[in-house]
């Protein structure tokens, strides 16, 4: 045994990562096999995990078999990286991100103050600059903030509202969103100080999209109330639907009622590489803030999300921050801290997963997955309108379709009655385990969703996918009605 284990010699380091690539290479490529949901009882999960509540033991193991515990642990989950995962929104993680992301933890440089690894903070910078003006279409200047995710972005964005425009009196400050906003939103209104009962939840159209006349008419309600109107925030790629509201419209009310813009753009921002995501996505460039997720749209592995905005300076002013042991530290050529910008002082260098997929395959090898996804997505919403049991009542703006057994006519037993045949048919077709798909709740109806985002999902898997709902649907149409 060497006297300081923790750091393996060159053979061992050699050995102990030839031994993690290998498993890592076959579970990728096992993963078109892979069940998309576990094949776990609830007993086996329940026994698992509790082995996994294990405190550390005193003196180490095997890698090996430490290895084949940690398969076990990855196989007890929904296959989210794999190409039958149609779900929520689907992240499944490019292998040359992972690579990145070995060769960014065994470097381990320092990311929360540029100075301290220049080079890689301006490699980050230049992902942030690519999002925030070639993909988002802000102007030059504009750039942002690698996050852990959406989530994180919007809670910058929004304290960077809320500091612009109400300074220190939050107490009358509302905030403008809809019902299909991802909750994150309310959520980062909530932590950054606006009261619950000033998030206005704006109605929409019959197509799903924020009422930009209902919202004018609040926000004037309001002002006239006495309140200070100061944050509409429009999503550009619901999680329910898929759904882009109406970002030209929206742009020119806010920019009328001097209201921040802030677009949760976490799913769609990124089919702006597409031709028709550009065109679905027309307004986007107004906004004052954006939140994306690499780890959606554009494959990352999950925990990179990314905020950008058009005033750097404004995110800068709402979360500076230093302190005198900070004071060695030199400027880095103009390249920001992202400590600056952000709550985090520490903060990963999130941008390698990023930057080496980008620079290995270039941008046009996913702007043609994205392309793929919206193919895909037209492609289910035309064969399942052709299922008379079914109604898919919108065409996807994006890469999302959603559904639901047709009522047998308009009385509220029906609509009852077809929502309980759609949640057996979500229950019938996630049994298969080929792919796995997730319901939502749209105009009072339970619905089912088909995400296509995985860069692993190509038309095989789509025609599996459809071939079971349709035969599910005509099982249950035929009465079909007790258990699996
Ligand atoms: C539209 C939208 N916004 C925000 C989020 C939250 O993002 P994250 O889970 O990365 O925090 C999601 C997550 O699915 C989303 O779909």
Same mark, same amino acid.
């Given at each position: ?78 296959? &989210?990286?794999? #190409? ?19 060769? !960014?933890?065994?470097? !381990? =440089? ?5 100075? *301290? ?25 504009? /750039? ?5 995710? /959406?989530?994180?972005? &919007?809670?910058?964005?929004? *304290? ?9 009196? +939050? ?19 909530? +932590? ?13 159209? #019959? ?20 309140? =200070? ?5 429009? %999503? ?11 970002? #030209?419209? +929206? ?25 028709? /995501?550009?065109?679905?996505?027309? /307004? ?24 950008? *905005?058009?005033? +750097? ?19 880095? $050529? $103009? ?6 910008? $952000? ?9 390698? =997963?990023?930057?080496? #997929? ?71 077709? !996630? ?8 319901? &939502? ?5 339970? %619905?089912?969703?088909?995400?296509? *985002? ?18 599910? &649907? ?11």
């Amino acid at each position: 045994m060497r006297p300081f284990p923790l750091e393996p010699d060159r053979a061992a380091m050699a050995d102990m990562g030839g031994l993690v690539l290998d498993r890592i290479v076959d579970r990728v490529e096992q993963l078109p096999a892979r069940p998309a949901t576990s094949p776990l009882s609830p007993e086996a999960t329940a026994d698992l995990v509790k082995s996994f509540l294990a405190p550390p033991p005193a003196r180490g193991g095997e890698l090996k078999s430490l290895l084949a515990r940690l398969d076990e642990a990855a196989d007890c989950a929904l296959e &989210t990286a794999g #190409p039958g995962h149609l779900a929520y929104i689907p992240g499944s993680g490019l292998f040359t991100a992972a690579l990145a992301e070995f060769y !960014n933890r065994a470097t !381990n =440089r320092y990311g929360g103050l540029a100075a *301290v690894a220049p080079a890689f903070a301006a490699l980050e910078e230049s992902v942030l600059r690519w999002m925030a003006t070639e993909v988002c279409g802000l102007p030059a200047g504009s /750039g942002g903030l690698l996050t852990s995710g /959406g989530s994180m972005a &919007t809670f910058s964005a929004t *304290v960077a509202a809320r500091h612009d425009r109400l300074g220190e009196d +939050l107490a009358t400050g509302t905030v403008y969103t809809t019902a299909f906003a991802h909750h994150s939103v309310a959520k980062a209104a909530r +932590l950054a100080g606006i009261r619950a009962a000033h998030i206005r939840l704006v109605p929409h159209t #019959p197509d799903l999209r924020m009422d930009a006349d209902a919202a004018a008419a609040m926000i004037r309600a309001d002002r006239d109330a006495g309140l =200070r109107p100061f944050l509409l925030v429009a %999503t550009a790629g619901t999680t329910d639907s898929g759904t882009v509201d109406p970002l #030209p419209r +929206l742009a020119d009310l806010a920019r009328d009622e001097d209201l921040w813009f802030h677009v949760d753009a976490a799913y769609g921002g990124f089919f702006r590489l597409t031709a028709r /995501g550009r065109q679905r996505l027309t /307004g986007l460039e107004e906004a004052d803030s954006i939140t994306l997720d690499p780890h959606k749209t554009l494959f990352i592995p999950f925990g990179t999300g990314a905020l950008v *905005v058009r005033d +750097l300076a404004a995110l800068h002013a709402a979360h500076d921050g230093t302190g005198s042991y900070l004071q060695d530290m030199g400027d880095a $050529g $103009g390249v920001p801290d992202s400590a600056r910008l $952000g709550p985090e002082l520490t903060h990963e260098m999130r941008g390698l =997963r990023a930057w080496l #997929p980008l620079h290995l395959h270039g941008t046009d090898a996913f702007r043609d997955a994205l392309d793929e996804k919206l193919d895909l997505a037209e492609h289910v919403h035309e064969t399942l309108s052709r299922v008379p049991e079914l109604e898919v009542p919108h065409r996807p703006d994006l890469s999302t379709v959603i559904f639901r057994v047709r009522p047998a006519d308009d009385v509220r037993a029906a609509a009852e009655r077809a929502d309980e045949a759609s949640r057996l048919l979500l229950e019938r077709i !996630n049994a298969h385990r080929r792919v796995v798909l997730s319901s &939502t709740v749209v105009d009072g109806r339970y %619905t089912l969703r088909i995400c296509v *985002v995985s860069h692993r999902t190509h038309h095989d898997r789509i025609t599996e996918a459809l071939d079971l709902v349709t035969a599910e &649907t005509a099982r249950i149409a035929a009465g079909d009605v007790q258990g699996r």
